[in-house]
């Protein structure tokens, strides 16, 4: 029975030898594994890293153009405002012409409306005068003048 119980002694050891060595092919593997994984992640980041970056890099290209964009707009804006205040300032000219121009010819008309109601008056004068001397009419201004047209200074 020595040698049946030696033999089975001799069976655990080297059952525990056995399965000491598949711990070590196990954790050889598990190893293996988790560096591969480590590998595969470092990569994985590295390549987030990259896109992240050309991201960043198209997003700092894209704020550019539009900041340029934005500069020429607001130059045009600039452009249009100054363009449109020199255009109010002659306008605002234009009218004050207009309206010294209609006070011009508003009195001139009021003028001509004296000018015709006073007509049969100068028409008496004119008739004392040519009574007074000789009636060739030579000393009245007022002779050949048209009194009844008023003066339009907006014709076209």
């Known amino acids: 029975m020595a040698t049946s119980s030696g033999n089975s002694s001799g069976s655990s050891a080297l059952q525990i030898m056995n399965s000491g060595s598949d711990q070590e092919g196990l954790h050889q593997v598990m190893d293996q594994r988790k560096r591969k994984r480590m590998v595969s992640n470092r990569e994985s980041a590295r390549r987030s890293r990259m896109r992240k970056q050309e991201h960043l890099t198209d997003l700092t290209a894209?704020?550019?153009?539009?900041?340029k964009e934005n500069n020429q707009i607001l130059t045009s804006i600039n452009v249009t405002n100054q363009l449109y205040l020199n255009l109010e300032a002659e306008n605002c000219v234009l009218r004050a012409q207009m309206a010294e121009l209609s006070n011009r010819l508003q009195s001139l008309n009021d003028i001509l409306d004296y000018i015709d109601s006073s007509k049969w008056l100068l028409e008496n004068e004119e008739?004392?005068?040519s009574a007074q001397f000789g009636g060739d009419g030579f000393l009245n201004?007022?002779?050949n003048l048209c009194f009844n047209q008023p003066v339009d200074m907006f014709m076209c």
């Open 141 to 143: 201004p007022w002779s």
């Open 127 to 129: 008739e004392d005068l």
């Open 62 to 67: 894209q704020a550019g153009l539009l900041m």
